[in-house]
């Protein structure tokens, strides 16, 4: 089998026209989801300081960033942006990646977008370029039981992700396309121990930055292996050492007409800016604190329960700042169970520390029941000081493929989240023109909703 060629060949012949109506509408739905987002995490340290850098480099003015009216070069628009979208942890969950896929694919269409003055078309079809091909890779590099391991995907599959977003959006060939993955290929990495760290939304940042890169020089004539993701000693072979499916199976599901956007894994686009490991505990939470009407003075104890692989995503018990709560499971259901809310707000250093007495009441509970896959149920249970015990099990979250959002649910959110920066009526003409995306003959008119 070939699979790196089969996914080039894939790539190269996808066209908007073949794109199924409710994949179209996901796309949409992501990429506005990630450009409100990115707004909202504009003026985080992280990014930042990451722009204090990229100003300091006097890079050509190729491509803007979202919020700003600077311009720079399409690597270093596509990195900040990234890392824009990525440092509140509110990006969307792509469940066959196992990682987040709009941090790593829509930078590189914004950058590139400015760069050629795209076509909102050429822009949903790269995206899906892009999220395809990563959703396919993701799943040739499952292990057969769940294991977060130590690589964070968003970086190690997100870079593939990337640079098949690129590769479509510059009409690479089709050995291009698998020479920009053999470079790619060794740009893949990022560490999970830097979760609740600037690191984290950097990973997604440079996922981007690396998939124009790879691009970039792929079509410049750089060489790299050309089957690098089922070579002996390639990507496959460097991230998982035994297990999984089939090179077949994953060259037959790129030729099955499936789109794992709307039909695979599934995307949820969040509704809390914390780590994906802590949604299902914050809804279990919140519908037990609304139900009971809980008072958190009145709660003895509480005990989450999850699959261990969870918990180690959701890593950090001990928060001190709001950065690591992010990654807490004891400090976003404390939230929950005080606020019966989680936002943007809530995750600051002050609040850690006043919620420090709650989180002490609160422990996690392995459940060793088989997983089957990334969907599994989370338990709260709740004890009351005067002996009265309630629980409730969450599925699957609000906004969840199974359980999605809204057109009119995302908007709110987005509106939330524009509304730190913009007045009503650009967001409202924002939003007009990523609703309907597919008509946008010139993405520069996009980008300038977005300018400030």
């Known amino acids: 089998m070939a699979f790196t060629r089969e996914l080039a060949n894939y790539v190269a012949d996808l066209r908007y026209e073949n794109i199924p109506e409710d994949a179209v509408n996901l796309a949409k739905m992501i990429l506005s989801d990630f450009l409100g987002v990115a707004i909202a995490g504009r003026d985080e340290e992280g990014p930042l300081l990451l722009k204090e850098f990229i100003l300091e480099q006097g890079c050509a003015a190729e491509s803007g960033v979202p919020g700003y009216s600077f311009k720079t070069s399409a690597v270093y628009s596509a990195l900040l942006c990234g890392m824009m979208g990525h440092v509140l942890d509110y990006d969307d969950v792509a469940y066959s990646m196992s990682g987040h896929s709009a941090v790593v694919l829509a930078p590189v269409i914004w950058a590139l977008g400015d760069k050629y003055n795209i076509t909102g078309k050429q822009a949903i ?4 370029a892009g999220f395809e091909g990563a959703s396919t890779v993701g799943r040739f590099m499952k292990p057969d039981k769940p294991n977060p391991g130590i690589w964070h995907q968003t970086k190690t599959i997100g870079v593939i992700g990337a640079t098949l977003t690129a590769a479509k959006i510059m009409d690479l060939t089709r050995d291009q396309i698998r020479v920009a993955l053999g470079i790619a290929a060794s740009m893949s990495g990022g560490l999970m121990r830097n979760f609740g760290t ?12 690396d998939g124009i890169l790879a691009a970039a020089m792929a079509k410049k004539g750089f060489t790299a292996h050309m089957d690098i993701l089922e070579a002996e000693t390639g990507f496959r072979r460097a991230f998982l050492r035994e297990g999984g499916p089939s090179e077949e199976s994953m060259v037959n599901s790129l030729h099955s007409g499936l789109w794992d956007i709307t039909s695979g894994g599934g995307v949820t686009i969040k509704l809390f800016p914390s780590c994906g490991g802590t949604h299902k ?5 919140i519908g037990l604190a609304n139900r009971e009407d809980i008072k958190p003075a009145d709660v003895k104890s509480v005990v989450i329960k999850n699959q261990e692989w969870v ?13 690591e709560g992010k990654f807490s499971v004891e400090f976003t259901v404390a939230v929950a169970l005080t ?3 989680v936002g943007m707000e809530h995750f600051t250093d002050a609040k850690v520390k006043e919620l420090e007495p709650l989180m002490k009441k609160i422990s996690r509970e392995v459940d060793t029941a088989p997983a089957e896959g990334p969907h599994v149920p989370t338990t709260a249970t709740i004890t009351m000081a005067d002996g009265r015990v309630f629980a409730n099990t969450v599925n699957y979250q609000t906004g969840h493929a199974e359980n999605p959002l809204t057109w009119e649910e995302l908007f709110r959110k987005y509106r939330g989240c524009m509304a730190l920066h913009f007045p009503e009526e650009e967001i409202a003409k924002s939003w007009e023109m990523l609703t309907g995306l597919e008509r946008v003959e010139r993405f520069r008119d996009l980008i300038a909703v977005f300018t400030k």
Do not use: D, N, Q, W
């Open 339 to 341: 606020y019966r809310a």
């Open 125 to 128: 079809e790269a995206f899906l």
């Open 198 to 209: 600037m690191m984290k939304p950097f990973h997604a940042g440079s996922a981007a930055h």
């Open 311 to 323: 918990f180690k995503v959701a890593h950090i018990t001990e928060p001190k700042t709001g950065l």
């Open 281 to 285: 505990a914050i809804s279990a939470v």
